[in-house]
């Protein structure tokens, strides 16, 4: 920097030799120059004398305008005194002189100076605007040229000469033209089409440079902004939208929202949203679209096991001319919610089942499925109840059902079973289907009697053809395996089982017979006590299944003793048999004479004689009582009632005459009552013919004497062994009879299956025919008479009750059977005094 200031100097100095040499100074100072820089020895040059320029007041004298020189008091050096401006001072005129006037007094002297300010490049180039703003067409075609206003720098030479250069660009470049007359045109070509969606405006840097040394430059930014056309349709934000939706979402829920955009402005802008098309076609009214925003709403019900996964073409249109439209696909995916409860069918149905069909059977094929999906569809199955059926997996979705325990038809016919489905969601949907499962039968059931032991009671000289019971085996099964057919099976009455005749054994087939179908036991022919007492005989049941099934009752068939004989007067013992025997069936009465004796003053209560007599019957019916019919009144002689003795009321007198005619009536205790008659002869003598009497008839029997003659001796004998024989006999029936009861008494007692049907509870009395109630039956003890040491026992019963008619077993607990049988002793009363 010194050097080049050196050199300016010297110029300086040059110049203001020459300007003397002409009579002007001339100095020459460049612009900008610093203040206090010397710009010529102005003193010096006019020739003065040092200090001469102080002493004569060397000044310099304006002309209008401020000076930016001035001369130094002390030196007389033309100095600068403020900033010099060129293109201040000049602008654009060259060269640029400052004319100065010099004073000089003593003597006064005026001379001209002239000051050339020189041109350095201090001025950059310069756009009159910082920004230009150009508008151009969209569609303009390349090479189109747009004019710029240039730059301007207000230096002058070199300094002054302007280049532009364009920033990067490939759509445009700068085009400099100039004229014939030197004048510049500066144009902005276009070398590529413009996109005004790929860039709607350029910003480009525009540069002029000036030719000084160092160059200065100007810049001016071009903004182009590109004119919209409608070349471009609306675009989607995204080409897919993707959906995931519940199916059971309200209507109106907002399914999405799709957003586009057009790169054009103004009316190009603007479009409107539409569904162009869908996926199923018939479910294009499920969804709708908001034009304006393109918000896509539900208007539809949804269903998951219908439509899993909708398509919606969207369009956007804009408002351009011509139009154009852009789209986009919605994918809309149904999730599935728990909305669909299991469903269960029955494929297939193997009814009735067997009720011997073996465990593992397959009943029912059952079909199961749930419309809805992942933990929705997955369903769990079980059978109730729990047995005797149970469920088996068979593949996906299937199941059979199947026999878990053995059947029995007679415990439960038939089984009602539920299917219960639940599927997996939450919370959880169920669903069941019923199953009727009928158990078929087989004959696993033989027919069972109520009773092992059944106890019948049966009147005697019942009717042929009467019903005597009914007995009712039950079997379980049904149909031909519990039909049930009755029959008699075995059993039946001989000599010793007390038949009086002494016939041989005749099967019970001979005396009953049981009806096939209803049970019922008839009686074949009239029953006679006095020939059967029992008879014991089993009864099978059998049914008609196959193979047939069978069970046995026994029934023990008592015969109850009807009072169908009138008593039967005996003989005197070791007498035989007269027309004094005689007795009637009905209360007639049939005179048998007898004779006794009796001592005229015999004292009150001395037996005279004794009746004996007997009844084929038993129990009350031949209980015999003994009744004083004449002399009614107080007359000398009395009876016995139950001994049959005759014996004086009172001392005999011989007011009482000679003899004595009494009617004695011996009379059983049945319903009606039979009787016979005995008359009796009672002679009045002394006392020593009484006791010949009494000697003679010792053997005769008991004082008794028949009115036959001697002559009838010997048949009297023989019929009075005869009736002792029969006697004996019947004394040990009976007694066998006695012990036959009380042994059923015992087994009555300890086998409640064996009890007599009668009374409440499960065991009924099974009878013919009533037989009326007894005074004397609850253990009342009775003799018959009929000889001295003798007594019989009988057979004595309840009062039976009519059976109820056949049916199932009432449901109660079993109660202990009253006692059939009773004995009666065979005491002898005491006599009456």
């Not at 023989?718 to 007694?735: D, F, P, R, Y």
């Amino acid at each position: 920097m010194a050097v080049c200031v050196r050199a300016v100097v010297r110029v300086l100095v040059l110049q203001a030799a020459w300007a003397l040499g002409g009579g002007q100074v001339r100095y020459s100072v460049p612009e900008e120059a610093k203040g206090g820089t010397v710009v010529g020895r102005l003193a010096q040059d006019l020739g003065l004398e040092a200090g001469e320029a102080e002493a004569r007041r060397l000044r310099l004298v304006a002309q209008g305008r401020r000076a930016s020189v001035e001369v130094s008091g002390a030196s007389g050096a033309l100095v600068v005194s403020s900033r010099l401006d060129r293109e201040e001072l000049c602008g654009k005129s060259a060269p640029c002189a400052l004319r100065l006037e010099v004073l000089l007094e003593r003597p006064l002297r005026v001379f001209h100076v002239e000051v050339e300010v020189t041109d350095i490049n201090d001025n950059a180039p310069l756009f009159p605007a910082a920004t230009k703003n150009l508008s151009i067409a969209e569609l303009s075609l390349p090479g189109s040229h747009f004019p710029l206003e240039g730059a301007s720098d207000a230096d002058i030479g070199a300094n002054a000469q302007l280049s532009y250069t364009l920033s990067r660009s490939e759509h445009f470049a700068l085009d400099l033209q100039r004229s014939e007359e030197h004048l510049e045109s500066l144009f902005l070509v276009l070398t590529k089409g413009l996109d005004r969606e790929s860039l709607a405006e350029h910003r480009l840097l525009l540069t002029a440079s000036d030719g000084g040394r160092p160059s200065l430059t100007g810049t001016v930014e071009l903004v182009v902004s590109v004119l919209d056309a409608n070349d471009n349709a609306p675009q989607f934000n995204q080409s897919v939208y993707k959906v995931r939706l519940a199916e059971n979402s309200a209507e109106g829920t907002l399914v999405a929202h799709v957003g586009a955009t057009d790169p054009d402005e103004g009316i190009n802008q603007e479009f409107s949203f539409s569904i162009v098309s869908s996926v199923p076609a018939a479910k294009r009214d499920v969804f709708s679209i908001e034009p304006q925003t393109g918000e896509i709403r539900l208007r539809g019900h949804l269903d998951f096991e219908e439509v899993r996964l909708y398509e919606l073409q969207i369009a956007a249109r804009d408002k351009g001319v011509p139009p154009l439209s852009g789209h986009c696909k919605v994918v809309v995916e149904v999730l599935d919610v728990n909305d669909n409860a299991p469903e269960v069918w029955v494929t297939s149905l193997s009814v009735p089942v067997a009720e011997d069909a073996s465990v593992g059977t397959v009943v029912a094929l059952l079909s199961v499925s749930d419309r809805d999906s992942g933990a929705n569809g997955r369903v769990r199955c079980a059978v109730w109840p729990p047995s005797p059926f149970g469920l088996v997996a068979t593949f996906a979705g299937s199941y059979s059902l199947v026999l878990r325990e053995a059947l029995d038809r007679e415990r439960v016919s038939e089984y009602e079973v539920e299917v219960r489905a639940e599927d997996g969601g939450a919370p959880p949907l169920r669903a069941s289907r019923g199953l009727r499962v009928p158990v078929s039968d087989v004959n696993d059931n033989a027919p069972a009697f109520a009773q092992a032991v059944y106890t019948v009671l049966a009147r005697e000289n019942n009717a042929a053809g009467a019903e005597l019971a009914r007995l009712w085996a039950r079997d379980p099964d049904e149909a031909g395996n519990g039909r049930v057919s009755y029959s008699v099976a075995e059993g039946g009455a001989g000599a010793g089982a007390g038949s009086g005749s002494g016939s041989g054994w005749r099967p019970a087939s001979s005396y009953v017979s049981v009806d096939a179908e209803s049970g019922r036991l008839w009686a074949l022919q009239p029953l006679d006590y006095e020939e059967l007492q029992v008879l014991q005989f089993e009864v099978r049941a059998v049914d008609a299944g196959e193979p047939p099934l069978c069970g046995n009752a026994t029934v023990q068939l008592f015969v109850v003793d009807e009072n169908d004989n009138a008593p039967a007067l005996l003989p005197p013992a070791g007498g035989g048999p007269g027309p004094w025997a005689a007795g009637e069936a009905s209360s007639s009465s049939s005179a048998g004479s007898l004779w006794a004796w009796a001592a005229w003053g015999a004292p009150a209560g001395q037996v005279v004689a004794k009746i004996r007599a007997v009844d084929a019957d038993s129990g009350y019916n031949a209980w015999l009582r003994y009744e004083l019919w004449e002399p009614r009144g107080k007359g000398p002689f009395r009876v016995g009632l139950y001994s049959g003795e005759v014996s004086t009321a009172r001392a005999l007198e011989e007011a009482d005459g000679p003899r004595q005619r009494l009617l004695i009536v011996v009379r059983d205790h049945g319903e009606p009552s039979r009787s016979a008659t005995a008359t009796l002869s009672v002679s009045l003598v002394e006392g020593a013919e009484a006791a010949l009497a009494a000697a003679g008839a010792v053997s005769a029997g008991a004082g008794l004497r028949p009115a036959a003659g001697a002559e009838g001796g010997a048949a009297a004998a023989a019929a009075a062994s005869a009736t002792n024989v029969w006697l004996v006999v019947a004394i040990c029936a009976v007694s066998s009879l006695f012990l036959l009861a009380v042994v059923l008494y015992g087994a009555s007692r300890w086998a409640p299956r064996a009890a007599v049907l009668a009374g409440p509870g499960p065991a009924t009395l099974v009878c013919a025919s009533e037989v009326g109630s007894w005074s004397y039956s609850q253990r009342q003890s009775r003799s018959l008479c009929v000889a001295d040491g003798a007594g019989k026992s009988d057979l004595m019963v309840f009062s039976p009750n009519c059976p109820p008619p056949p049916g199932p077993a009432p449901k109660e607990p079993p109660q202990e059977p009253p006692a059939l049988l009773d004995t009666v002793s065979a005491t002898r009363p005491p006599l009456a005094p």
